[in-house]
């Protein structure tokens, strides 16, 4: 069968009879260079996932060899069935229960007489083949920008079941290449408007000409040393912006029956809930993030006197670039324990798999609070 897998179309076989690992074969794989675990008598090598672990690595590394049923039911932490289903994308083979004989003789052996069977080392494409293409409710094959409006009242369950491959969302090839961006693009285009317009406020400011209510009575300077202040301001105005844009905007629910809604959610975040480590995808492409750059920018100083709108402004870039850094760590970072980062993280990955109608903010849960949508600590 062909099926289309990121940018390669694979030939594979529907019919294939699981793997025999004996257990020595299993333990062998205890590095973070590879690393399987087991559920009961199946094998996973989830060597791939350990840096996402939000638990961190060595919690799995440690468990490496070793059935962890106990510990995907907690404590220290029950898994959410997404992160079950997940797990299920790394399933390799069946664990060989009745063999102490040499295990890679064992494993050739009966290898040999099986009719079908996988090739010898489980294929690094292995990560795209966990999706069934005959029953998933998107034709994988084909471009899903296009399909997802389809989908009906089933497409709020389906896009919150993330799965560990790349989606193709448009068959033109330009249309594609736009639609992705490296996580260094964000600061590369950003950082130099960020540098050069706070020398312009701190400069401009130290002319004392910029006053606030200044046709009033009541008219105050704006000092040039207000400025590290106001710019701390426009970062936490920021942090407001960015939890107001996740939660009403790329978690409107869009209705079941308007195809074109559900497909706007789809290309602004569905598809990022879909594919949670598609790292192309996982920073705003500068182009589309200049139209709502160019429109605070309007608004800001137009509000406020110039400088001052523009010293905001500038304040709330910088946020939005420590934004999106941080949002991509916490999907590829493997944070210490008992850090700021590490708890960001688990909170982040939390509202993937398990709260995606809570924890909405990204770089700080702050304003998660005051809207009563923090993520409940977990009780046993
Ligand atoms: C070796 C045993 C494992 C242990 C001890 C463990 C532990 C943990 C802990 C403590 C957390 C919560 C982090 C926090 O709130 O501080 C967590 C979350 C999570 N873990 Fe594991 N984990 C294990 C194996 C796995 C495996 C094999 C997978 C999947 C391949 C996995 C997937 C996840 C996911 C997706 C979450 C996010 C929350 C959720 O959806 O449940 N874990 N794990
Ligand atoms: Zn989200
Ligand atoms: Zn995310």
């Not at 070793?66 to 995907?72: A, F, R």
């Not at 304040?315 to 708890?343: A, C, E, I, K």
């Amino acid at each position: 069968m062909l099926f289309f897998c990121g940018h390669f179309n694979i030939a594979m076989s529907p019919l294939v009879s699981p793997r025999v690992f004996s257990e020595m074969e299993v333990a062998r794989h205890c590095t973070k260079y590879s690393c399987w675990v087991l559920l009961g008598t199946k094998v996973y090598d989830v060597t791939g996932f350990l840096r996402m672990h939000p638990g961190g690595e060595a919690l799995i590394l440690h468990r490496s060899g070793n059935d962890v049923s106990l510990e995907m039911e907690g404590p220290p932490h029950r898994h959410s069935e997404n992160a079950r289903r997940w797990m299920e994308q790394y399933y390799i083979g069946e664990l060989d229960t009745d063999s102490n004989a040499d295990e890679t003789q064992t494993v050739r052996e009966r290898r040999k007489t099986q009719e079908h069977t996988v090739d010898e080392e489980p294929s690094p494409l292995s990560k795209c083949s966990q999706v069934d293409l005959d029953t998933d409710l998107v034709d994988w094959r084909k471009p899903l920008a296009w399909q997802v409006g389809h989908l009906g009242e089933k497409y709020d369950t389906w896009v919150h079941q993330p799965v560990d491959r790349p989606i193709r969302l448009f068959g033109n090839e330009f249309l594609e290449a736009s639609t992705k961006t490296s996580w260094y693009m964000v600061p590369a285009v950003w950082m130099p408007l960020v540098f050069y317009l706070s020398w312009y406020c701190y400069t401009t400011l130290a002319l004392e000409t910029t006053r606030l209510f200044a046709s009033t009575d009541y008219s105050v300077l704006v000092h040039k040393y207000s400025f590290p202040l106001i710019f701390i301001m426009g970062m936490v105005m920021w942090t407001f912006i960015e939890y107001c844009i996740h939660r009403f905007v790329f978690h409107m629910r869009p209705p079941a029956h308007n195809y074109y809604l559900i497909t706007i959610h789809f290309l602004l975040h569905g598809q990022h809930h879909k594919s949670p480590y598609d790292g192309s995808r996982l920073v705003f492409p500068p182009g589309l993030a200049s139209v709502v750059v160019g429109s605070f920018y309007l608004l800001l100083t137009k509000a406020f006197p110039e400088t001052l709108g523009v010293s905001l402004f500038v304040g709330g870039l910088f946020g939005y670039v420590v934004y999106d850094m941080t949002h991509y760590y916490l999907h590829y970072g493997s944070p210490q324990r008992n850090t700021y980062l590490y708890s960001l993280k688990a909170y982040h990955v939390k509202h993937h798999f398990e709260h995606q109608r809570a924890g909405f903010g990204i770089s700080t849960t702050l304003w998660d609070h005051p809207f009563n949508t923090v993520i409940p600590e977990q009780t046993f």
